[in-house]
């Protein structure tokens, strides 16, 4: 009988909390809608001491959590959600925390390009971003799976950074762009050398043409494929970027709410949208002037 009461009394619960969150959203969107909100998910293992459980039961409330942030982006209204997983920083922990942390984060992949998963029910496509050469061979291929699973999928993106840190993602742009610019020189000396040979003149091109520019860079960034961030949000109460889009992150509104990341819900996400919303003149004027 109570197992009963509690099927049917579930779903209510649910479709009572998502009529309530369409109320406040298309209130909210009455204002400017961040298009692109970051996370740096920050407290899973404080979350576990504070709850008394294993370090792993704390990371999995903390997917719990992503998924919740996810449904309540989508319902928003807001295209692009970027979440820092995995910093190139955490293979520095103990052996075994690593090595539990990659099989779960491989459990979680495939969770997540299952048929019946948020993801594919609300199209959203999922890019892994960062040194993905630094992950397990199993990991890696998970990611490039969830990668080309989720290809067509268009009505939102996730970007989940794993094996990043901004400065490395700056180093590889940096590295891309010489590469880049090498090429075209050879190209253009080797096509001179021919245009000599047959007694035509050099284009006479400005030196500065060989100069890398901040478009170059930032064509080659790992975070190249989405818009910079509207809003970072870092749990834990924390006001730190830990070496996430530092590159992204000049005009972006900061927000660090005390509670850990599996404890983030439907208010923080209200109230950094209201003061985006109250900073949001501001903050355009400022992109103008970049």
């Known amino acids: 009988m109570e197992g009963a009461i509690s099927k049917q009394v579930g779903p209510l619960f649910e479709n ?6 369409q109320c406040i959203f298309s209130v909210l969107s009455v204002g400017p809608v961040p298009s692109h909100i ?10 576990s001491k504070k709850e008394n459980v294993l370090d792993g039961d704390g990371h ?16 928003l209204g807001v295209k692009y959600i970027t979440v820092y997983a995995f910093s190139i920083d955490n293979f520095k922990r103990r052996p075994e925390e690593v090595e539990s942390l990659m099989k779960l984060m491989q459990e ?12 594919n029910r609300l199209g959203i496509r ?8 630094l992950l397990r061979d199993a990991v890696r291929s998970a990611a ?19 094996a990043y840190t901004s400065t490395d993602e700056i180093v590889h742009a940096v590295q891309e762009s010489c590469e ?15 245009g000599n040979l047959i007694g035509l003149k050099g284009n006479g091109k400005d030196k500065d043409e060989h100069l890398i520019g901040v478009t170059d860079v930032d064509r080659h960034m790992y975070m190249g494929v989405v818009p910079d961030p509207d809003i970072i949000i870092r749990t834990s109460g924390e006001s730190r970027l830990s070496n996430f889009l530092l590159w992204q992150s000049a005009h972006c509104l900061l927000y660090s709410p005390t509670a850990l ?14 003061d985006f919303q109250r900073n949001y003149l501001y903050l355009k004027e400022k992109k103008k002037q970049a």
């Open 16 to 21: 009572i909390s998502s009529f309530v969150r």
């Open 261 to 274: 990341w599996p404890e983030i819900g439907l208010r923080h996400l209200i109230w950094v949208v209201l």
């Open 180 to 194: 880049e610019k090498w090429d075209e020189i050879r190209k253009r000396d080797a096509n001179n050398a021919v």
């Open 108 to 119: 979680k992949i495939d969770e997540l390009i299952k048929e019946e998963s948020i993801v």
């Open 144 to 162: 490039e799976r969830a990668m080309v699973k989720t290809a067509s999928n268009s009505k939102a993106v996730l970007s989940v950074c794993v």
């Open 38 to 47: 970051a996370f740096v998910m920050d407290g899973n293992r404080r979350y």
């Open 126 to 133: 999922i890019y892994f971003q960062g040194n993905l050469k």
């Open 60 to 75: 999995r409330a903390g997917f719990l959590a992503l998924i919740n942030m996810l449904k309540y982006c989508y319902e």
